[in-house]
Structure formats: structure tokens, C-alpha cells
């Protein structure tokens, strides 16, 4: 079957068999290494994208069921300067993620901080546990969560250094 | 590019090649059967079936070792078995060919008993006889016996196992993730039959492997390799999620049944010690699984006499080995609990006893040389009693406990201290396993670039190193940078492993860039500095009479504390928090180690609290009910270092988690329930069970 969807800004015709999972269409498709097919249930948090300006597990989705959605992957967003925000949060705070998490744990920080500009502990937390991979101790995560947010903060009500 | 100049190494599951074919493996259904033969029906056009007679065909060798097979082809030895692959250019179809497979057999009684075995299944054996075992039980006050249970886990690794093999030139290209490329270049050339200089290994990311990718990465880039010499064409085999968590190597079980001889007071005389290992079909490192459990077996505490008879046993199931410390910690659990149970029976505290029986300075265990040196056993335990609390905490729960024992209404809570350590001792006598070697280069424009296989560790480690060059240097960060850890461009190398390869390096960067800083001004640049270390092995490794060194030289020190609440409906236990008193030497960067430690205690408690495998029953299901340790369930964490400015010498600490804790969160619980349950993991219906019982 022909998919319609816009991704990352452009109009894409994708072709897709009735049982594909939307992650290994967009992959195989239009190569976003930023996607992985892993754990095929949800809980990893490497295939995630926006789907709509929701955060999504695209191994979820039926790619039938994008059609004519609007989708945004670690691709469009690596360089923006929310995304640029939270890797040096990230650094700032000695939490480094490892390569297979690192894009899904900046993408749900990018949600929650869209969501929540200030998130307490517990929210930061929960919303992690959508990236369950043991390679980053959550102190420093809350941490960094903590100083992407302060900068996020900083730059959009224009607050000075103290 | 990094921030720090150091490349990151790529994902296997991201790297593709021109032509490259996906390789999908055939597994056996049965776990013991023999005359294997494939049968599968036509293929579609582009795809292959590759058979063990195939690779024979090719002159290639199936055998790794005396029992590692890459393909089962007489005997199958447990259930998932690769048998054969199918190779072609979609993953997705390879797969679907690969599970629809047939396999002609004739099906065998698999053997799954483990601890009462035959003979045939003894994998290693060893022994140890000091003192007069007899002469103390027929003198002791009191003679307990008990046996300890660990069961089998998974280790969940960052990206599941695979490796590509790609022709580059006149070499073959293995691309995998490996904790030691240089097992995997040696294996490879093995089976191709061709020269090591033939092969050169490109390491992949390798994540968080806690020692669980040590040899096994090494077959399946065996595997890679013949089909890519059968095809021509590149091969990748990645195995699926599923596939990883089925058919790769989990943490051994044990079974270690304790019987000890103490006096009135409760100091220990001589221990007779039967430790049984199941290391499923086979593991090549059986022998250093053994022994370092062995090593570990008198915990910290000081014993006189003591008789042991250790083995590697075999079964029908997937291979199981080392994760997270190689064997230390069902040896260290064990000895633990059987001190718990020793306190039970005496009336004493735990830590009382614990105290009481701790190794001093000028004894030894194992008729080694007197301990020249104070072990700061006790300095640790006071400190951990004063950071956790300890004495209130366990008087009040125990005060609970005596005031509602079935504990219905009350808080079900227990608290526990551990102390223990970690050696970078090796006990095998393979050469190769135990050379580290660095190479570090000032070129031109002074930047310093540090070559060692071992630079496929974290980005911890990486910065660990580079702080540890700066300060010999005083050279910027940004100019240091790690080659790629390429079997062609660097020095052979023993295994990154969680206990030992990353202080050696580290005391060999150091090493080199001293070297460098002596030549600097004085010699044209570049500079090429080399250096090499062989950890020296157990002298009488294969004596089988005593280990006949001290087996805290060059250790860790840690003390842990964890305190545990049960829920009371489901019976779940829940850690509270947990704290750590460290004593590691030199500590490079504070942050690192305690980031660090913090990620390894999070492991080591899903070792705990999480599912573990039963390879019986091992299914789907299991796969999809598989979670470790949730985030908001994370306890609160506290880490203290001691006596890290008095040092120079930095030595590893990532095991240490795996050592105390499962042993902490045991005693921890053991007060909770007021019950010996005996084995780790306990789950809530068992729990229940126990806190039930009259």
C-alpha cells in the first residue's frame, strides 16, 4: 500500500505492506538512523517519534495508520536549540547516555519540558521510564533535566545570569 | 566527532555496506538430540541455506575449541542451538525462512540436572585442603550446614548480539561488539584457518556488556565470517530482541552447600564447602568462573582450615557464565548468609558476628603469606553504621518484628550491612587474557593520541583516562583523543572486563605519558611510547592445593548497607535505600565514579529484585514479563569515598556493587521475613509463603 505522511517537514509517498510496523518503514525507507526496530513492545523508547506533536513508540504503529499524519524524528529536532540545550545539560551533569538511548532520552526530555517547564522529580522519572536503558543513574539524570530546564527557562523568558 | 575529539564508536545495527547480505540463524528445537540434518523447502531466488557441511566444504573449521561448536552438526547440546543460516538481502524474509526450517533428528533425554550430576558433566573441577578440617569439626561447639541458591539472569544489553564480516581488500573485516576483539580475531582465524594478521576486528559500540560479552561475541563473528566467505558478498547477523534474550549467555546458577565449625562465640574454625557452578552446555571460561568464586568463597572473613571442592557443571541449556563479577558473587552471597544464619543460631547480630570474625592483619586463608597489612574492614563498617543508621534501624525492626510476628500489621522492613571486595586477579592460563598494552603518541601538532583495544569502554572510562594523561601531561583535554580500537592499529589486549582491564590501562596511560613527558623536550616529535603488562596469573593455578597468594593484594575495599521494605499484599521486596563506603584508591574523577557506581547498583539490584530465567520455560512470555529495576522504584543512593587522597594507585570499582549487594539485599531480607529463604531471587508468592508460616 502507498503512504502519504510529511516528515520532518517534507511530503513523503512511502510503501508499506499491511503488517509493517511504522518504525522499519520510516527506516528502511528514508534510512532515519536515529530510529531503531528493538523491542517491538514499547518499552525501550529507540523508535520514538512525534507523531502529530505527540511523543509516540512508532514500533506500535501500524505504518497504515500514519497516513496523513505529520511526523518528526531526532533527525529535524538534533539541531535545534532545545535539543542543543539538553545535550549540554546532559554533559553539564556527568549523565551520559549511551549511544542506543541517547536520541530517546532527548526526545522525551524535549516533551516533557514542552509539556512541563518545570517538572518535579517524580515526573522526570516517569516520563524516563518510557527509555528503559540501565546505562545512566537517575541523580544525574534528574540533574540534567534540572539544568535543561533552567536554560530552556533562561532563553525564553529572557532572564539574566545571576 | 565528539566534543572531546574522540570518535564514537558506531552501532552494528546502523552500519550497512554496498551488496551486503542479513543472515538469519536456524535454531535447534530440541535441547540433546543427535545425526542433524536441515531440511527446508525451496528458496526464493537471492537467498541460501548455509549448513555445517557447507563450511566443512569450505575447509573451514566448526570447532572453536575441545566443546564449542559454531553449528551444531552430530549432537545438538541444548535447545536454540544455531544449526545453520539463512543468508539473503531482506532481514525479514531471512527470518521467516530461518523459523520455518525443518531439522531432521534423532531426539535424546536432554540432561538438565544440575546439582547431583554424573560425571560426564563435569566441565572443571577444583579442590583446595588446608588445615585440619576434621580435627576442627570434631572439636567445634557448634555445626551448621546449609545450601545456598543463586538462580539464572539476564543481563538486558544496550544493542542484542550480531556482527558483520566484509572483505576489505585482502582481509576479512569483522565489525561486532566485543568486551575483547582480540578473542574474536584469534577465533575468527581459527575457524577460517587463516593467519591472525588476516583478520582485523573493528570493534562496535558495545554499551553496557557487565561482562557478558567476553567470548560469546566471538562466534557469532565465526558465524559472520563463513557466510561471507561462502557468499562473497558482506554478511550481518543481528539477532532480534527476542533471539538475544533466549539464546545468549545469562549469569550462571549455583548451588553452594556450607557446612562450618565455629567456637562458643561464634569464630569461625573450618568450613567445608561444596560449590557447584551450572555453566549450561559449555563455557570456555569455566575454569576462571570457578576460581574466582572460589577465591571469594571465605568473604572477608578469616578461617583456619578449610576443605572445598568446587565444579563446573554442565547441563542441556544455553550456555550460562559470568555477568556482572565473574562467579564472585555467588560466593560472596553464600559465605554471607551463611554468616546470618550462623548469627540466627548464636543469637548474635549479623554485624557482631561479622566483626568478630573479619581477617586481621598477620593471618591468611588458603596458606598464603600472612596479611602484612591492616584491611580497613572495620573502618568501612563504622563508617557505613554511621552513614545508614545501622544499630537503631535494626534494633527498631527487629523490636517490630518480636512485637508482631507474622508482621500483619506492622512495617516489614530490614536492613543490612556487607562488606566485601573486588581483585583484578586472573586464574587462567591463557597468555592472552591477561596482556594489556597501550600505545600513546605526541604528534606534531601535540595532540596525544592513546591506541588501546580497550578503548571500546564507556565514555566513564574514556574520560577517566583522559584526566589521568592530562594530569600527567598537563596537556588540554581537547587535544587527547583515542584511536579506534582496530586489531590492525593497536596491540593485542586481554579483555575489558568490570573488575579489571580499566586500572590497568589506566596505570599504563599513565606509564606512557611519563615516558613521553621524559622524552618530550628532548626528542623530535612524534613521540610513540609502548608499553605492556601481563597481570600475573595464579603460580599454582593448576596445583589444586591451595591458591597460594593473598588474595586481597590490590584489592577494592566497599562496605554496603541496604535496607528493604516488603509490601505486604504482594509480598514484593522494595529497596529502600542503599549506601556505599568505597575504598578504591586513587579516584580519578569523583563525578565519573560516582555516576558510575550509582548505574552499577541499579544493575546489581535487578539482580535482586528482577525475574529470573528459567531456561526451561523460557519463552515469549518470559521475554515480554522481562523488566528490570523501574526508575521511580530506584532507592535512594549513598556513596562515600575513603582515603582516596592517600593514594596514587587507582583501582577498579565497577564490580563491587555485584559483590555486596545481592549478599546485603539477602540479609536485609532474611531480617524483614525472620526467615532463612536460602536463595536469590526471592519473588512475592515466596515471600508471602514465608512470612506466613508460623
Redesign the interface.
Given at each position: 500500500m502507498i503512504i502519504d505522511i510529511t516528515v520532518n517537514d517534507q511530503p513523503k509517498r512511502l510503501q508499506a505492506r499491511s503488517g509493517d510496523r511504522l518504525v522499519d518503514v520510516l527506516r528502511k525507507e528514508l534510512s532515519l538512523s536515529s530510529l531503531f526496530s528493538d523491542c517491538l513492545s514499547g518499552r525501550c523508547g529507540r523508535c520514538f517519534i512525534f507523531l502529530d506533536g505527540r511523543l509516540a513508540h512508532s514500533c506500535l504503529i501500524p505504518a497504515f495508520k500514519a497516513k496523513g499524519s505529520t511526523i518528526v524524528t531526532y533527525e529535524a529536532l538534533r539541531e535545534t536549540v532545545e535539543a542543543r540545550e539538553i545535550i549540554a545539560a546532559l554533559e553539564k551533569a556527568q549523565a551520559l547516555p549511551c549511544a542506543f538511548c541517547k536520541t530517546g532520552k532527548i526526545m522525551a526530555i524535549i516533551d516533557l519540558l514542552a509539556r512541563n517547564p518545570l517538572p518535579a522529580e517524580e515526573e522526570i522519572l516517569e516520563q524516563l521510564e518510557m527509555v528503559s536503558c540501565p546505562c545512566t543513574d537517575p541523580v544525574s539524570l534528574i540533574a540534567a533535566v534540572g539544568i535543561a530546564a533552567e536554560l530552556r527557562n533562561k532563553r525564553k523568558f529572557n532572564r539574566a545570569d545571576k | 566527532m565528539r566534543?572531546d575529539g574522540s570518535e564514537?564508536?558506531p552501532?552494528l545495527?546502523?552500519l550497512q555496506f554496498p551488496g551486503m547480505l542479513y543472515a538469519s540463524t536456524i535454531r535447534s528445537p530440541a535441547a540433546c538430540a543427535k545425526a542433524v540434518n536441515l531440511a527446508h523447502g525451496p528458496l526464493p531466488a537471492g537467498y541460501l541455506c548455509i549448513t555445517p557441511a557447507d563450511i566443512v566444504a569450505e575447509g573451514c573449521s566448526l570447532l572453536l575449541s575441545d566443546d564449542i561448536f559454531l553449528f551444531a552438526r552430530d549432537e545438538v547440546s541444548y535447545k536454540g542451538e544455531p544449526l545453520g543460516l539463512i543468508v539473503g538481502p531482506d532481514a525479514?524474509i531471512c527470518d521467516e525462512l530461518a523459523q520455518s526450517a525443518r531439522a531432521d533428528y534423532e531426539e535424546e533425554e536432554p540432561s538438565l540436572e544440575w546439582e547431583s550430576f554424573s560425571s560426564s558433566q563435569i566441565a572443571y573441577r577444583y579442590e583446595i585442603d588446608y588445615g585440619d578440617v576434621d580435627l576442627a569439626f570434631s572439636k567445634s561447639a557448634n555445626i551448621e550446614k546449609a545450601v545456598y541458591r543463586n538462580g539464572i539472569f539476564d543481563h538486558?544489553y544496550?544493542?542484542?548480539m550480531g556482527a558483520i564480516a566484509n572483505w576489505e581488500y585482502d582481509k576479512i573485516a569483522i565489525y561486532c561488539a566485543s568486551q575483547w576483539p582480540s578473542h574474536v580475531q584469534q577465533s575468527v582465524a581459527t575457524a577460517m584457518k587463516i593467519a591472525e594478521t588476516d583478520v582485523v576486528v573493528k570493534p562496535t559500540?558495545l554499551?553496557?556488556s557487565l561482562d557478558g560479552r567476553l567470548w560469546f561475541p566471538s562466534i557469532v563473528a565465526c558465524q559472520a565470517a563463513m557466510a561471507a566467505k561462502i557468499c562473497g558478498k558482506p554478511v550481518k547477523i543481528l539477532y532480534t530482541?527476542e533471539e538475544d534474550f533466549l539464546y545468549t549467555p545469562k549469569q550462571a546458577r549455583s548451588a553452594v552447600t556450607i557446612r562450618s565449625a565455629s567456637d562458643e562465640q561464634g569464630k569461625l574454625q573450618a568450613l567445608d564447602v561444596k560449590l557447584i557452578i551450572n555453566i549450561g552446555s559449555y563455557n570456555p571460561m569455566a575454569q576462571e568462573l570457578v576460581r574466582q568464586a572460589v577465591a571469594a568463597i571465605t568473604g572477608i572473613y578469616f578461617c583456619p582450615a578449610m576443605r572445598l571442592e568446587a565444579y563446573a557443571i554442565k547441563s542441556n541449556i544455553i550456555p550460562l557464565g559470568a555477568m556482572g563479577s565473574i562467579g564472585a558473587t555467588h560466593a560472596f552471597f553464600s559465605i554471607e548468609a551463611h554468616m546470618n544464619h550462623l548469627a540466627k543460631i548464636l543469637e548474635k547480630t549479623p554485624a557482631e558476628l561479622k566483626i568478630l570474625n573479619m581477617m586481621p592483619k598477620g593471618l591468611s586463608n588458603f596458606g598464603a603469606p600472612p596479611l602484612s597489612y591492616e584491611i580497613p574492614f572495620s573502618k568501612i563498617h563504622r563508617q557505613l553504621e554511621k552513614m545508614s543508621d545501622y544499630r537503631r534501624k535494626y534494633a527498631s525492626y527487629e523490636l517490630v518484628k518480636k512485637r508482631d510476628p507474622g508482621c500483619r500489621e506492622g512495617v516489614v522492613r530490614g536492613i543490612a550491612l556487607t562488606v566485601g571486595y573486588q581483585t583484578g586477579r586472573s586464574y587462567s592460563d591463557q597468555p592472552m587474557i591477561n596482556t594489556y598494552s597501550v600505545q600513546t603518541t605526541l604528534d606534531r601538532n601535540l595532540n596525544l593520541v592513546i591506541s588501546t583495544q580497550a578503548s571500546i569502554g564507556?565514555?566513564?572510562l574514556k574520560a577517566m583516562w583522559k584526566s589521568t594523561a592530562e594530569a600527567a601531561l598537563s596537556i588540554s583535554g581537547e587535544k587527547i583523543h583515542f584511536a579506534p580500537p582496530n586489531t590492525d592499529t593497536t596491540l593485542p589486549c586481554g579483555p575489558l572486563t568490570l573488575s579489571r582491564g580499566a586500572s590497568i590501562i589506566n596505570r599504563l596511560i599513565e606509564r606512557t605519558c611519563r615516558a613521553i613527558q621524559k622524552k618530550r623536550f628532548r626528542e623530535s616529535l612524534p613521540i610513540v611510547v609502548k608499553t605492556q603488562t601481563k597481570v600475573l596469573a595464579n603460580p599454582k593455578a593448576s596445583s589444586g592445593q591451595n591458591q597460594g597468594f593473598q588474595i586481597f593484594d590490590s584489592a577494592s575495599w566497599c562496605g554496603t548497607a541496604v535496607e528493604i521494605e516488603i509490601d505486604r499484599i504482594s509480598g514484593e521486596p522494595t529497596p529502600l535505600a542503599v549506601w556505599m563506603v568505597v575504598d578504591a584508591g586513587k579516584i580519578v574523577s569523583k563525578?565519573?565514579a560516582l555516576?558510575s557506581l550509582?548505574?552499577s547498583i541499579?544493575?546489581a539490584l535487578?539482580l535482586c529484585t528482577g525475574a529470573d530465567f528459567d531456561p526451561d520455560k523460557g519463552g515469549r512470555d518470559q521475554y515480554?514479563h522481562d523488566?528490570?529495576i523501574?526508575?521511580?522504584e530506584?532507592p535512594a543512593?549513598g556513596i562515600e569515598f575513603i582515603d582516596s587522597d592517600k593514594t596514587t594507585i587507582a583501582h577498579g570499582l565497577g564490580e563491587l556493587p555485584f559483590i555486596t549487594i545481592p549478599a546485603a539485599f539477602y540479609s536485609a531480607l532474611t531480617q524483614a521475613l525472620g526467615a532463612e529463604p536460602r536463595q536469590l531471587p526471592l519473588h512475592g508468592s515466596e515471600i508471602l509463603r514465608l512470612l506466613e508460616a508460623p
Open positions: - | 566534543k564514537s564508536l552501532l545495527s546502523t525479514a538486558h544496550s544493542e542484542p559500540n554499551g553496557k530482541r564507556s565514555d566513564s563525578e565519573l555516576s550509582r548505574s541499579i544493575s535487578t515480554l523488566r528490570g523501574r526508575l521511580q530506584i543512593i
